[in-house]
């Protein structure tokens, strides 16, 4: 949190999350000194972290040299993350032969991408395209101002709602495009503070997406699979099933979320 928040006061939003990250992998890596666990970084781990630098880099260079340019749809593209990311991957298929080697297995590992995204892109884009139409025929609006109706009490409920849209859509972005215009003329309605209740509800909806099921399955099959498929000279017990993680997860961060969204949705309330 502490790194997310530095890197949007420092640089905005954009490279927030991957700059803000950097604390977190910097603290691991000095636990692991003192622990005296640290395996000593080799060429295989300056190789496997060049897309890491790559995307960064490429993200706060473009942001820089761009800065006096105009706003435009190209300045918006060449600092999306979206677009370096793409060339991270490109990066990691390219770069070298220990990571993707090539056009060598290009096919496969398209397919093999095609295949996670599909649970969550679709789902992704179709609340994203719905919390559009929301917005552009005033329904979110309308939403909001039927809800303000509620009275003080919803600034409690606020954040369960959106909490709810990110479970159910599986992405912040999602959650935010369906909702927060409704949250924003509910806030207002009420005479309340738009930016608190959208801050609020930006927080849970983004908390709750770890509860999809679409991230629980696209976590364990980037986790947990590899690491069963991989071989060494001793024979690896077998991994958990898909169930068995989804229930040693869900019922931890479903308490989580219960505690931060009662929190946070007081604290709006006292706010107000």
Do not use: D
């Not at 972290?49 to 706003?71: D, F, I, K």
């Not at 395209?129 to 329904?139: E, N, P, Q, R, S």
Request: glycine share 12%; proline share 6%; with cysteine.
């Amino acid at each position: 949190n502490a790194g997310i928040l530095v890197a949007n006061l420092l640089m905005g939003t954009p490279p927030a999350g991957i700059v803000g990250s950097l604390l977190v992998l910097a603290a691991h890596l000095v636990a692991f000194r003192i622990g005296g666990s640290l395996v000593p970084a080799g060429r295989a781990v300056r190789v496997a972290l060049l897309p890491y630098a790559v995307l960064t880099l490429g993200l706060l260079a473009a942001r820089a040299l761009s800065s006096p340019m105009e706003a435009s749809l190209l300045k918006r593209a060449i600092t999306s993350g979206g677009v370096w990311l793409v060339v991270a991957c490109l990066v990691a298929q390219y770069g070298s032969a220990s990571l993707g080697g090539g056009t060598s297995g290009l096919r496969a590992r398209a397919a093999l991408a095609y295949r996670s995204w599909i649970p969550v892109g679709i789902a992704t884009g179709g609340f994203t395209i719905l919390g559009a139409l929301l917005a552009a025929t005033g329904m979110g609006r309308e939403l909001g101002a039927a809800l303000a109706g509620i009275g003080a009490g919803y600034l409690v409920l606020g954040p369960v709602v959106n909490g709810l849209a990110g479970f159910i859509s599986g992405s912040n972005t999602a959650a935010n495009s369906m909702l927060a215009a409704t949250q924003a003329q509910a806030a207002a309605s009420m005479g309340s503070s738009v930016l608190q209740i959208v801050a609020v509800s930006n927080v849970t909806a983004s908390m709750a997406t770890m509860l999809a099921p679409s991230r629980i399955l696209l976590a364990y099959e980037m986790a947990v699979v590899p690491a069963a498929a991989a071989t060494g000279p001793a024979p690896e017990p077998a991994p958990p099933s898909e169930g068995e993680v989804t229930a040693w997860i869900a019922p931890r961060l479903g308490i989580l979320l219960a505690v931060v969204c009662t929190l946070l949705g007081v604290v709006t309330w006292v706010i107000h």
